[in-house]
């Protein structure tokens, strides 16, 4: 695919996650929005007027066979994304699939195996990922800033025991709680940063109905602990840190989306402001583009092993914390 060739999206799932990322594609150059999908005709193209797209569909079916269409983003809830992200690739479309990636290990792996089996670009929409901050606090680590890494800590929360139980957020039917919807933010920095943990400790509380509202993590590994919690009960401050022997990394709030952070080496402390595009959700796309630019089935930043084993670790907590879903087998 040229450099100078668009490339055109559809979008499905318009809810407000969609509604973020298509305002930050329109600041991506090489970007254009082509068609959106929901299983509301007049939601469709309600959103299609709102972003000056062409085409509006209310099936997401007729999308994925557009042909006008090169890459999909997947914003429907967590339950859907195994089926339509294969029904996407099968019909060829590249696919950028909105996080938790799947609802479990197996649908992960299932997931990408189909998306290498037709080479097609397919990957995890964990943005943070591709935050300035986080690479460069990444790139700062693996130089030994801070020396070796001994402690993390991260959390991810928001109220929401105010919401309809049977909203996405806490229906277990559509595998509500806080441990996939924003749990996986505080698992990703540890996994980022330390790889999978050698024992994994978790606890988890419970609504009457049976959907988790917040759970905390200890992840064991050799010489380093990462205290990692996630939330629907209460707020939090966003913070996360990163201590070393040599040094400390204070990620600023928000720090899943953060606009900078600080090292401290020797109690002297240096500042990096690195402000994102827009809501910091072109910086993954940009990373779409230039996959599918250079040809590539999967982002070297955010590979298809990193999603299936984040995935594998947040099926271990749920054991562990007896978090249960009614379609689990």
């Known amino acids: 695919m040229s450099e100078?060739?668009?490339?055109r999206w559809g979008i499905i799932g318009l809810g407000q996650i969609a509604r973020s990322f298509a305002e930050d594609l329109k600041l991506?150059?090489?970007?254009?929005?082509t068609a959106v999908a929901s299983t509301s005709a007049s939601r469709a193209s309600d959103f299609a007027r709102e972003f000056e797209c062409e085409k509006s569909y209310s099936s997401y079916s007729e999308l994925f066979q557009d042909l006008d269409v090169d890459v999909v983003y997947v914003a429907t809830i967590h339950t859907t994304h195994f089926e339509l992200s294969i029904e996407a690739i099968v019909n060829g479309k590249h696919v950028l699939c909105e996080k938790p990636l799947a609802v479990n290990k197996e649908?992960?792996?299932?997931?990408?195996?189909?998306?290498?089996?037709?080479?097609v670009f397919f990957m995890e929409a964990l943005w943070t990922r591709f935050?300035?901050?986080?690479?460069?606090?990444?790139?700062?680590?693996?130089?030994?800033?801070?020396?070796?890494?001994?402690?993390?800590?991260?959390?991810?929360?928001?109220?929401?025991?105010g919401n309809d139980p049977n909203s996405r957020l806490l229906n277990v039917d559509l595998a509500g709680?806080?441990?996939?919807?924003?749990?996986?933010?505080?698992?990703f920095l540890a996994y980022l940063l330390l790889g999978i943990p050698d024992e994994v400790l978790a606890k988890s509380q419970f609504l009457e109905t049976g959907a988790e509202i917040q759970t905390s993590m200890i992840f064991q590994y050799e010489g380093a602990q990462a205290i990692l919690y996630s939330g629907m009960a209460s707020h939090t401050d966003f913070k996360a840190k990163i201590c070393g022997e040599e040094g400390e990394i204070y990620i600023d709030p928000m720090w899943f989306q953060t606009p900078g952070f600080k090292l401290v080496q020797e109690g002297e402390t240096q500042s990096h402001d690195l402000p994102t595009i827009g809501q910091g959700y072109a910086h993954e796309i940009m990373e779409v583009h230039e996959c599918l630019n250079t040809n590539k089935i999967e982002s070297s930043k955010w590979s298809h092993q990193n999603s299936i084993e984040l995935m594998g670790i947040v099926d271990d907590i749920r054991r562990k914390s007896g978090i249960k879903f009614p379609f689990d087998s």
Do not use: C, W
């Not at 991506?28 to 929005?33: F, M, N, T």
């Not at 649908?107 to 080479?119: I, L, W």
């Open 131 to 161: 935050n300035p901050s986080i690479l460069k606090i990444k790139e700062l680590i693996e130089q030994g800033s801070i020396g070796k890494i001994r402690y993390i800590n991260a959390d991810f929360t928001f109220y929401a025991l």
């Open 107 to 119: 649908q992960a792996t299932k997931m990408v195996q189909t998306a290498r089996e037709h080479q």
């Open 4 to 7: 100078k060739q668009k490339i």
């Open 28 to 33: 991506v150059p090489e970007a254009e929005l």
């Open 177 to 187: 709680g806080s441990l996939l919807d924003v749990g996986v933010y505080p698992i």
